[in-house]
């Protein structure tokens, strides 16, 4: 209550029934006492500070821009620490100016928000920001430089007996990321890259504020990797598997779209799309909250899910056997030899065991080819006798070059036997699914084992 004989403010307890002087003693008024508002402040010390459209956010180390009161919803409100409760709160004005009022000596936060709650309560409020902003930033003080994390509290602020001005807050509207969606003709392909060219795009009002409502290319900005891909599918950045997303995404800075691919390393039955979810970041260093989705579809299912596939030269012999977990529409096998990973020559061919070339259930297969060099040659030799005895005016002539194709024959296939002899070297195998219609969709490479 108000003493106004002594010019003093004093604090009731109705309990003990005593009293103490709050605030310092003021010029007496009239001979009538009064009750006060237990909100109200004694001696005002004036905060005031403004709200900036923020639009580079603290790239220029300065908390600074236009003032704006972000739609109209914002509120400054002051925190007193030392009694818990909101002691005044501020509607920011258009211009994006606001004033508080503070009693001295005392130690307060001052937050940024659109839920204020009420005067007087014990709960703090919680940084609310109109749909699409963010805060980019706060301080105490024009000068360069910030109060921490952008978080929209200023924490902490002990106000003496002077009015403390250029209490600021930096806002900024958030980057928006955009879906797309990539179509591929027929099935997804075991290990190949899929290009993801042109899928990553974002709109942001301060970067783009004439910008394609559908998304502008994000190359050398920033995005985050926020979910990975969906039904056996990895995704690559130059050439390296994005695995461990950690607590915050996979960030990507100066990204370029030519190095994100897409690879389906896990084959699943039936599988035909599969998607994961990422989002932009401006300029400011705003992250779009609500991730976007990239979406891969195929216009066929994976028609033959191949399981496990092993190879091994015995004796002479390379023996290749595979499991197939699922087929569809499946025609036959062709069984690829290579001697280097990449380039692939047919060396068998198989038929679907499956009925009609469907099944859901597992199938194994296995092929077997002898790779002796002499038998090889024997076989060369007899083709080259049948010609000899069409041609028998020529039949000197065709013996030399039988001979001659005889040796280079033995020659070559007795290297390549060699070479899958020696530990040091080795065979790859890899087997190719060819579906009715013609469409073809490969396992994994394997090396093979020399027993």
């Given at each position: 209550m108000f003493a106004n004989l002594?010019?003093?403010?004093?604090k009731i307890d109705i309990t003990n029934l005593t009293s103490v002087q709050v605030g310092p003693t003021v010029a007496a008024y009239e001979n009538n006492d009064g009750a006060s508002c237990p909100f109200a402040i004694f001696e005002n010390v004036a905060i005031s500070g403004n709200v900036f459209y923020d639009v580079n956010g603290l790239t220029d180390n300065i908390v600074n821009g236009t003032g704006t009161n972000g739609g109209?919803?914002?509120?400054?409100?002051?925190?007193?620490i030392d009694e818990g409760k909101i002691l005044d709160i501020a509607s920011v004005e258009p211009d994006g100016t606001y004033i508080l009022a503070a009693a001295p000596g005392k130690n307060y936060n001052i937050i940024l928000t659109s839920e204020p709650g009420t005067l007087g309560s014990t709960t703090p409020p919680s940084v609310v920001l109109p749909a699409g902003w963010s805060v980019t930033g706060q301080k105490v003080g024009s000068g360069t430089g910030s109060d921490g994390e952008p978080s929209g509290i200023l924490s902490n602020v002990v106000i003496g007996n002077d009015d403390v001005s250029s209490v600021n807050f930096g806002i900024s509207q958030q980057p928006e990321s955009h879906d797309?969606?990539?179509?591929?003709?027929?099935?997804?392909?075991?290990?190949?890259?899929?290009?993801?060219?042109?899928?990553?795009?974002?709109?942001?009002?301060?970067d783009f504020p004439d910008g394609d409502p559908n998304g502008e290319d994000w190359t050398g900005r920033s995005i985050v990797i926020t979910s990975l891909p969906t039904n056996g599918f990895a995704l690559y950045y130059n050439n390296n598997p994005i695995t461990d997303l950690g607590e915050n995404g996979y960030r990507i800075d100066n990204f370029d779209p030519s190095q994100l691919?897409?690879?389906l390393v896990d084959p699943v039955s039936g599988v035909d799309v599969t998607s994961f979810t990422y989002s932009v970041i401006d300029a400011t260093g705003l992250q779009d909250p609500t991730?976007?989705?990239?979406?891969?579809?195929?216009?066929e299912a994976l028609p033959v899910i191949f399981g496990a596939i092993s190879a091994f030269f015995e004796n002479n012999n390379l023996t290749i056997e595979w499991e197939v977990l699922k087929e569809e529409n499946n025609s036959h096998f062709i069984v690829e030899l290579s001697s280097d990973g990449v380039h692939f020559k047919q060396i068998g061919k198989v038929s679907s065991k499956a009925i009609g070339g469907n099944s859901d259930i597992p199938l194994t297969y296995t092929f077997s080819k002898s790779i002796n060099p002499v038998v090889l040659g024997l076989s060369f030799l007899t083709f080259l006798v049948g010609g000899i005895l069409c041609r028998r005016k020529r039949w000197i002539a065709s013996l030399l070059i039988c001979f001659g194709c005889i040796g280079i024959l033995y020659s070559c296939s007795k290297s390549d036997l060699d070479k899958l002899n020696k530990d040091?070297?080795?065979?790859?195998?890899?087997?190719?699914?060819?579906?009715?219609?013609?469409t073809t969709t490969y396992s994994k490479t394997i090396t093979v084992i020399k027993k």
């Open positions: 002594q010019g003093r403010y004093y109209g919803t914002l509120s400054v409100v002051l925190w007193d797309s969606v990539l179509p591929i003709d027929g099935p997804p392909v075991p290990n190949q890259n899929i290009p993801l060219t042109g899928l990553i795009k974002g709109s942001d009002a301060e691919t897409l690879q991730p976007a989705t990239v979406s891969v579809q195929f216009s040091s070297s080795k065979y790859f195998v890899r087997i190719a699914q060819v579906d009715k219609d013609g």
